[in-house]
């Protein structure tokens, strides 16, 4: 049989208990909510020796449903990254963009006219890509676009995009 005391000190220690396990699920769902789809997808240009970090012109859930900005609201505007011809740039996706499957679309400005190039990557497979302007071939501009669990065709091949994001890398003038 315990005393008051000891009754006393067990009431307290459970409540303290239930306190701390309260507050530890409450951080573990903050954090888990604020770690969302919004805030970890981005590419970065490495140009000579500065390094853009681009965020994306809209992202969304792998479902599409919750995006950023919404659907009915305009994507946020192209950023721009000067890429001097005759020059090297790395570009690098972020995890959340490499762990599924992901496009790269480069657009180059040749003598024969303006180039697209799309390049599929494999999930998990490419986290950076070297890119190459020179005076044949001048780089305009980046794409990555990332796959979302939806499809377009009723067979499942192709996906819709689950985000994108963007780079204007004209030379500078």
Not at 11 to 29: H, K, L
Not at 61 to 75: E, G, Y
Not at 104 to 116: A, D, S
Request: glycine share 6%; charged share 20%; aromatic share 4%.
């Amino acid at each position: 049989m315990l005393n008051p005391g000891e009754k006393k000190a067990i009431a307290i220690i459970a409540i303290v208990a239930v306190v701390f396990v309260a507050v530890v699920g409450v951080t573990v769902g903050v954090v888990v909510q604020g770690k969302s789809h919004k805030d970890d997808a981005y590419i970065q240009i490495a140009v000579g020796d500065e390094l853009h970090q681009v965020e994306p012109a809209r992202w969304c859930d792998v479902f599409v449903r919750d995006c950023t900005p919404p659907h009915d609201q305009p994507q946020r505007a192209t950023p721009r990254v000067p890429v001097p011809v005759n020059s090297t740039v790395l570009l690098s996706v972020s995890q959340s963009i490499a762990e599924s499957p992901w496009n790269l679309t480069t657009l180059y400005w040749t003598p024969q006219g303006i180039v697209e190039e799309e390049s599929p990557k494999a999930s998990d497979s490419t986290y950076t890509v070297a890119l190459r302007s020179r005076p044949g071939r001048v780089l305009l501009g980046v794409t990555v676009t990332a796959a979302s669990a939806l499809s377009i065709d009723q067979d499942g091949s192709g996906n819709i995009a689950r985000g994108l994001v963007t780079a204007d890398t004209a030379p500078p003038k």
